[in-house]
Nanobody, 126 residues
Framework: QVQLVESGGGLVQAGGSLRLPCVCS????????MGWFRQAPGQEREFVAA????????DYADSVKGRFTISRDNAKNTVYLQMNSLKPEDTAVYYC???????????????????WGQGTQVTVSS
């Protein structure tokens, strides 16, 4: 089983940036397609971004396209979510998730993921 630990969350003003790393241990990151999800207070957890094992295929929620970038460094066992032009509606707990998948496939549905991190809080002030 893989262990996932997110960090990098915090309080930022609207228009600012944050980068969230998710460190994978227990298994080699390159085994997994990875995703980022978020959950705002009182709302369902929602898809944010996903990346294939190769890093060559990515997908994003419409709400973050052009502002967020998902990337991975398999040598460092780390996946990143770079968040720019943050908005108050981006405020949420952000989770990374891992799922074994073929080399160039992305996984965008949370029910397909078996391994999750504990989350990191991102708060964007207006």
């Amino acid at each position: 089983q893989v262990q996932l630990v997110e960090s990098g969350g915090g309080l930022v003003q609207a228009g600012g940036s944050l980068r969230l790393p998710c460190v994978c241990s227990g298994r080699t990151l390159s085994t997994y397609a990875m995703g980022w999800f978020r959950q705002a207070p009182g709302q369902e957890r929602e898809f944010v971004a996903a990346i294939s094992r190769s890093g060559g295929t990515t997908d994003y929620a419409d709400s973050v396209k052009g502002r967020f970038t998902i990337s991975r460094d398999n040598a460092k066992n780390t996946v990143y979510l770079q968040m720019n032009s943050l908005k108050p509606e981006d405020t949420a707990v952000y989770y990374c998730a891992a799922e074994p998948r073929s080399w160039n496939s992305v996984v965008i549905h949370q029910y397909e993921y078996n391994d999750w991190g504990q989350g990191t809080q991102v708060t964007v002030s207006s």
